[in-house]
């Protein structure tokens, strides 16, 4: 196309992961063996020996274009790939996985639609890990299509919506799909050389219907509210945070709690929770730097549910990265991570993780 500038980037990523679960043990098959999720970390199981995984799974690779209009306005897009989640593939043989989406939109002028991060997602405030998230019990995390709006530090969607629920009589996740209106989310941004400061919101109505004897229709309105930022310190280090509060559910934790819970009226009752993190960021030298984390979450669960469903969890961990050549880092990184359930019961993990990444 005339004026049309193409990007091609991305990274390979290898990953060596240690990891220790003295109450149970992670499935194989789950993505809790290839980066860390609260929600699988094994409670009220026998003590097994110490697994090793490695894989590429987070090894990434994005192309763009930017086309430059007659009328000096620029029309851009991103498509984006990694092989985390595919179901495609196993450890017997070939280690083979087929490519899952992760971004694809395409931004106008202001307007941005497609699928990206979510508007009520502070992404800079994400710190440099070894893991593919690093502080997850604190983090919002979550990619959906939408359309999005923008102007200046101010920024309002409209998004894919998903009520997840808790079963009163089985603690199951029910992944409702009944919701006709979209998330509504704004938020505003605050810049400068000395970092950033972002306050989001979300808005959004929580839906579940059943057919058949004892159907369930019912709906209400919920929200939550994220606060984040990144903050330059001394010369080269920084400090990234985020606190999150109200109902969370899907958007935090990697949905480590659900939105609502049915109760034997057929009726949702909303979980609301709090969560965060810190983390700092120093530099020794231009080859060696570390993070240090800590991140937590809490809900707080309808008394009819039983004492098996998530109540909170957290972890705290060391990441050290030294870069022998411009764009290859090698890392390795220790977490200790814990999870409780609303009974009490807990179970925890350490991890060791060993990764290379070359950026291009």
Do not use: C
């Not at 490519?99 to 497609?114: I, S």
């Not at 009520?120 to 939408?146: H, I, K, Y």
């Not at 030298?285 to 240090?292: A, E, G, I, S, V």
Request: zero cysteines; charged letters at 20%.
């Amino acid at each position: 196309l005339p004026n049309t500038t193409f990007m091609v980037t991305g990274f390979v990523k290898a990953d060596a992961l240690w990891t220790g679960t003295p109450d149970g043990v992670i499935n194989g098959s789950s993505a809790g063996r290839d980066f860390y999720i609260p929600s699988t970390i094994p409670v009220n199981g026998e003590d097994e020996d110490v697994v090793f995984d490695s894989h590429m799974k987070q090894s990434r690779f994005q192309f763009g274009t930017d086309t430059l209009l007659d009328s000096g306005d620029k029309i851009s897009s991103r498509f984006e790939v990694d092989f985390y989640g595919s179901i495609t593939g196993n450890e017997r043989i070939s280690n083979t996985y087929a490519p899952v989406l992760r971004h694809a939109y395409v931004t106008y002028k202001n307007w941005l639609v497609g699928q990206t991060w979510s508007n009520v997602m502070n992404v800079s405030s994400l710190p440099e890990a070894v893991d593919f998230m690093g502080t997850t019990d604190g983090t919002t995390f979550v990619r959906q299509p939408q359309l999005r709006y923008t102007a200046g530090g101010f920024s309002v969607s409209v998004e894919n919506p998903e009520t997840t629920v808790t079963d009163f009589e089985t603690g199951a996740r029910i992944e409702a799909d009944d919701s006709s209106i979209p998330d509504f989310t704004a938020r505003y941004t605050l810049g400068g050389d000395w970092g950033n400061f972002v306050i989001a919101g979300l808005l959004r109505e929580l839906k579940y219907t059943t057919t058949g004897e004892n159907k369930i229709d019912d709906s209400k309105w919920t929200g939550f509210i994220s606060l984040s930022g990144k903050w330059n310190i001394f010369s080269r280090d920084d400090i990234r945070w985020m606190l999150n509060f109200g109902n969370i559910g899907r958007y935090g934790g990697l949905n480590f709690s659900n939105e609502a819970a049915v109760n034997a009226k057929g009726e949702l009752e909303s979980i609301d929770g709090v969560q965060g993190f810190v983390a700092w960021r120093h530099v020794w030298t231009d080859k060696f730097r570390n993070t240090l984390y800590y991140a937590a979450q809490d809900y707080d669960n309808p008394g009819f549910l039983s004492d098996s469903v998530n109540k909170s969890s957290q972890s705290i961990g060391l990441d050290v990265f030294y870069s022998p050549v411009p764009k290859l880092d090698v890392g390795v990184g220790y977490r200790y991570a814990k999870r409780e359930l609303e009974g009490g019961d807990d179970g925890t993990m350490n991890r060791l993780q060993f990764t290379t990444k070359y950026s291009f």
